[in-house]
């Protein structure tokens, strides 16, 4: 990956942790040349999602393609329900050769494969601080039916035991001082 003078961020954690709220914050607040990577999926866009915005949204058969032809810095099926992630290489160097530092908003197993390519990559890991506390923000949004925040758990669970393998933990308890925290330490990179 040519990368000149960008850098590469990786966000993850577990779904309730707040991990996409301090990301938005941290691109409207942080004075450091950010771009979120947009990755691509073949899940369904959700109401207020937009195709190239959230993400790109492909079919079974544009994403499969696009993997047999490399187009991936890595890519999974998350969730195991079929639906396909993945951070596309061309969003990625574009990014780091206009020299943004690009945060790439993924899951566990994507980080370790993107820092097996990019072991310089700044890692951050986002959690609420307890799987109790998980539980909890994961019900509170009572969207989800049992079986769907059962599922949901057991997968935070796994990622959780993969927080010591990056570089940076945040404790995200309240967003405003969680993205105050991630985007001083981005700072010390400089
Ligand atoms: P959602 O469907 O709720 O938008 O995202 C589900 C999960 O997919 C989240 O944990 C998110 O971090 C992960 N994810 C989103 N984009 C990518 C990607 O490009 N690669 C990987 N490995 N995971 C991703």
């Given at each position: 990956m040519n990368r000149s003078a960008g850098k590469l961020i990786i966000v993850s954690g577990p779904s309730g942790s707040g991990k996409s709220t301090v990301v938005q914050k941290l691109l409207e607040r942080c004075s450091l040349p950010l771009l979120l990577s947009v990755s691509a999926t073949t899940r369904p866009p959700r109401a207020e999602e937009q195709n190239g915005v959230h993400y790109h949204f492909l079919?079974?058969?544009?994403?499969?393609n696009r993997r047999q032809n490399g187009e991936f810095l890595e890519c999974k099926e998350v969730f195991g329900r079929g639906y396909w992630y993945g951070t596309l290489r061309s969003t990625v160097s574009a990014?780091?050769?206009?020299?943004k530092w690009v945060i790439l908003e993924i899951d566990v197993?994507?980080?370790m494969a993107v820092l097996e390519q990019e072991p310089d990559a700044i890692t951050v890991f986002v959690h609420p601080g307890s799987m109790e506390e998980l539980?909890?923000?994961?019900?509170?949004r009572a969207t989800e039916t049992e079986d769907v925040i059962r599922r949901r758990l057991d997968v935070a669970a796994e990622e959780m035991s993969y927080r010591h393998l990056y570089r940076h933990e945040l404790i995200n308890i309240d967003v405003d001082p969680t993205?105050?925290?991630l985007c001083g330490l981005l700072h010390q990179y400089q």
């Open positions: 079919s079974d058969k544009d994403f499969e990014g780091l050769n206009a020299g197993q994507g980080a539980e909890r923000r994961l019900r509170s993205v105050e925290s």
